[in-house]
């Protein structure tokens, strides 16, 4: 293989990439398997997870499922110490499970402010958590925290969104301060507005669709495909000296007013 491919493959690593079953997360695993690597993907929809598996496999790739909630810590735990035991241990691990929850903030419940702090946040922290050791023990591991446009910018209705993923990139830089030294890179990933099932809703709604194409210097809404090389570059060997970066992929957005 020659010396620039090789930066970039992922030959002989596995990666574990959380929420995979349909949006950012399958274009990502489906990207991360193209490069080389034998991917788990997750999800809590076994009949989901299915799907994506057959997909994946459909198309010539090592893959296979972990069914498990990344929000409740026993099934967390299960889950990774069965991937170990199995001679599984995982190399790449892309925390990418999210959802959203919008409402103004007077009229948020604390029921979706907890999923949506619980799911963008916390699950990054449990499973990373349980993940972590097996990759020091190693020397060696690569996480992304797939972070988000609003890590560092807000907008009515999305407070439980943007405090989940302001915090995730401060979870970020704090995994880099602790685990840096043990040969971990962990780096976030901040995708901008792509057009996926969760922000159809914004895509569909004429006023909004129009904004964001006048208010992005690319003029165009993102894809997930946009996405799959930043998360490839990541868990890559051609990133082993970038560490706590959040590598934003949005269009230009976040740099012009
Ligand atoms: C919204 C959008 C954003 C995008 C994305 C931007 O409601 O403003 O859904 O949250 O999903 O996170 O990076």
């Known amino acids: 293989m020659n010396k620039v491919l090789e930066r970039f493959s992922l030959n002989g690593k596995r990666a574990l ?9 399958l274009a990502i695993a489906k990207g991360l398997a193209e490069s080389g690597a034998s991917v ?21 790739h090592s893959v296979e499922g972990a ?8 099934s967390v735990k299960a889950a990774i110490a069965s ?6 241990p995982i190399d790449i691990l892309i925390n990418n499970a999210g959802i959203h929850r919008r409402a103004p903030l007077l009229e948020m419940t604390l029921a979706d402010w907890q999923a949506v702090i619980d799911t963008n946040l916390t699950s990054a922290f449990l499973v990373s958590q349980a993940v972590a050791p097996g990759m020091i023990e190693r020397n060696q591991g690569k996480i992304v925290n797939v972070c988000s446009l609003m890590s560092d910018l807000a907008r009515p209705t999305i407070a439980n969104y943007s405090a989940a ?16 030294k043990c040969n971990l890179q962990i780096n976030g990933l901040a995708p901008g507005y792509i057009e996926t099932e969760m922000t159809k809703i914004l895509v569909q709604d004429e006023k909004f669709d129009s904004w964001i194409r006048g208010r992005t210097p690319s ?5 997930v495909e946009d996405l799959v090389g930043a998360a490839i570059f990541l868990s890559s060997p051609a990133a082993n000296y970038v560490n706590g970066h959040l590598l934003v992929v949005d269009g230009g957005l976040s740099v012009v007013v």
Do not use: Y
Request: proline fraction near 2%.
């Open 17 to 25: 990439v959380t929420g995979s079953t349909q949006g950012i997360g």
């Open 40 to 60: 788990i993907l997750n999800g809590r929809s076994a009949e989901k997870l299915s799907t994506a598996i057959h997909q994946l496999t459909a198309e010539g």
């Open 67 to 74: 069914a498990f909630d990344v929000t409740d810590p026993t």
């Open 83 to 88: 991937l170990n035991e199995g001679g599984k």
């Open 165 to 180: 993923k302001g915090g995730l990139r401060m979870l970020t830089r704090s995994m880099c301060a602790e685990w840096a």
């Open 219 to 223: 003029g165009r809404w993102g894809s």
